[in-house]
């Protein structure tokens, strides 16, 4: 893939949403609404979910179906050590290297076995539910905030799904490894912010 498509998918990406990290904010207001926009406006968020959709799709069945599956219910578990406040080393550059890795493992196309691909997508899981659960308690109504984001995440990792159709088609292809390569080079940019931050 040269330089132009790179550039292009990146940006493509970078426009969807705020450029902004979905874990940055001090409080959340709101229920259903909140919840439901949270992992769609922080960009941190949105691109992982929709690379476990896409490589869930290139590994085919089980994995396009299960990978979803398993990425929220984990979610909801690291949710739960979040609400406890049960501390986990670097939350932030965790959730930034799954940008990274997920990325890689898209644009490579890389073919590794169902459970290991499960494994990845669980570890990661874990951060991202326990970012969120430490900010539920904060939501107006939690239950309903829960709701929202979990059916957002489902959607994205829908979309993902969707992208990962293309591959039937050698543009399609092409475009899924530009995918890949921009999410893998937010996670770079989402990773140095983090780093820089904790310096």
Same mark, same amino acid.
């Given at each position: 893939?040269?330089?132009?498509?790179?550039?292009?998918?990146?940006?493509?990406?970078?426009?969807?949403?705020? &450029?902004?990290?979905?874990?940055?904010?001090?409080?959340?207001?709101?229920?259903?609404?909140?919840?439901?926009?949270?992992?769609?406006? #922080?960009?941190?968020?949105?691109?992982?979910?929709?690379?476990?959709?896409?490589?869930?799709?290139?590994? #085919?069945?089980?994995?396009?179906?299960?990978?979803?599956?398993?990425?929220?219910?984990?979610?909801?578990?690291?949710?739960?050590?979040?609400?406890?406040?049960?501390?986990? &080393?670097?939350?932030?550059?965790?959730?930034?290297?799954?940008?990274?890795?997920?990325?890689?493992?898209?644009?490579?196309?890389?073919?590794?076995?169902?459970?290991?691909?499960?494994?990845?997508?669980?570890?990661?899981?874990?951060?991202?539910?326990?970012?969120?659960?430490?900010?539920? &308690?904060?939501?107006?109504? &939690?239950?309903?905030?829960?709701?929202?984001?979990?059916?957002?995440?489902?959607?994205?990792?829908?979309?993902?799904?969707?992208?990962?159709?293309?591959?039937?088609?050698?543009?399609?292809?092409?475009?899924?490894? #530009?995918?890949?390569?921009?999410?893998?080079?937010?996670?770079?940019?989402?990773?140095?912010?983090?780093?820089?931050?904790?310096?």
């Amino acid at each position: 893939m040269n330089r132009k498509s790179l550039a292009l998918a990146t940006l493509l990406l970078g426009t969807l949403v705020q &450029p902004a990290l979905a874990h940055d904010h001090a409080g959340v207001a709101g229920g259903l609404t909140s919840g439901f926009l949270h992992p769609l406006t #922080g960009l941190d968020h949105m691109t992982a979910m929709v690379a476990v959709g896409i490589w869930g799709a290139q590994l #085919g069945a089980p994995a396009i179906w299960v990978l979803p599956i398993t990425f929220p219910l984990v979610m909801a578990l690291g949710g739960v050590l979040g609400i406890a406040h049960v501390p986990l &080393p670097v939350p932030e550059l965790m959730i930034a290297l799954s940008a990274v890795v997920l990325g890689i493992a898209v644009a490579a196309r890389l073919r590794v076995p169902f459970v290991a691909a499960a494994a990845v997508v669980g570890v990661f899981a874990i951060f991202h539910g326990h970012a969120h659960g430490e900010e539920l &308690p904060n939501a107006a109504d &939690p239950l309903a905030y829960g709701v929202g984001f979990v059916v957002a995440t489902g959607l994205l990792h829908l979309c993902g799904i969707g992208i990962g159709t293309l591959l039937r088609w050698p543009a399609g292809e092409r475009l899924i490894q #530009g995918t890949g390569l921009a999410i893998a080079a937010l996670g770079i940019v989402f990773l140095v912010r983090g780093l820089s931050g904790a310096a």
